[in-house]
């Protein structure tokens, strides 16, 4: 079956720092693939997301591209800054088997220091 | 402004005693959705909805129910058989099945 596998975290960066946050996946068709982000006490919001092979994604800084010969999508951002702190979730759709269901992985806790 | 809104943002219910939880969305997206989270752990699906009067169990469903009376709204039951239900629970909606969701606040459920 489909599944989502995230390093797992917490992530501790010092400000202006780059991130990366690991994401690959398993899937028997073509998935939609996303990031969300969640802040402490809120619930998920959508970063950004890719449809399809090579697409790159792109929201605030952050990026994350495709790829399908290494079955990743790798989350990306050239300087955190302390509000980026939160927990983000990589996940994926697969329409094209008549999926219904997004997958998430379980998350990344990402804190940024001053 | 669009959006899902949960209510309410605490709960607090007794052992034995079934809870409803509210979520209400005015985006005109056909599927719904619940999710639980516990702490430190990713989203688990407890129920989802692709349209009016229709509903879904998903991989937790044990110990809740739902209803889809109408397209805005997709209310949570809590029932007396869910064995841990101290959890976050998070409504989710979006366009169709399969596309980028758009989640409410949530609502933090304690057991006492």
């Known amino acids: 079956g489909n599944s989502v596998t995230q390093m797992e975290g917490p992530v501790t960066l010092s400000e202006e720092a780059f991130l990366t946050i690991n994401c690959t996946y398993t899937a028997t068709g073509y998935p939609s693939l996303f990031w969300y982000v969640q802040y402490p006490g809120e619930g998920l919001q959508l970063l950004l997301k890719a449809t399809k092979a090579d697409d790159k994604g792109s929201n605030k800084g952050f990026e994350a591209t495709y790829r399908k010969e290494t079955t990743s999508f790798h989350l990306e951002k050239g300087s955190v800054q302390v509000s980026d702190s939160a927990v983000y979730f990589c996940?994926?759709?697969?329409?094209?088997?008549?999926?219904?269901?997004?997958?998430f992985g379980a998350g990344t806790r990402l804190f940024v220091k001053a | 402004d669009g959006g899902i809104t949960q209510s309410p943002k605490y709960l607090f219910r007794k052992e034995g005693q079934n809870v409803t939880l509210s979520c209400e969305q005015n985006l005109n997206h056909d599927a719904m959705y619940w999710y639980r989270q516990d702490p430190g752990q990713g989203l688990r699906l407890i129920y989802y909805?692709?349209?009016?009067?229709?509903?879904q169990k998903g991989d937790i469903a044990e110990g809740y129910s739902v209803s889809r009376e109408k397209k805005e709204s997709f209310p949570l039951t809590v029932t007396s058989a869910q064995k841990n239900p101290t959890a976050f629970y998070l409504c989710?909606?979006?366009?169709?099945?399969?596309?980028?969701?758009?989640f409410g606040p949530g609502t933090r459920l304690t057991v006492l």
């Open positions: 989710a909606s979006s366009i169709a099945s399969g596309n980028e969701q758009f």
């Open positions: 996940a994926l759709s697969d329409g094209n088997t008549g999926g219904f269901k997004t997958i």
């Open positions: 909805s692709q349209i009016v009067n229709d509903f």
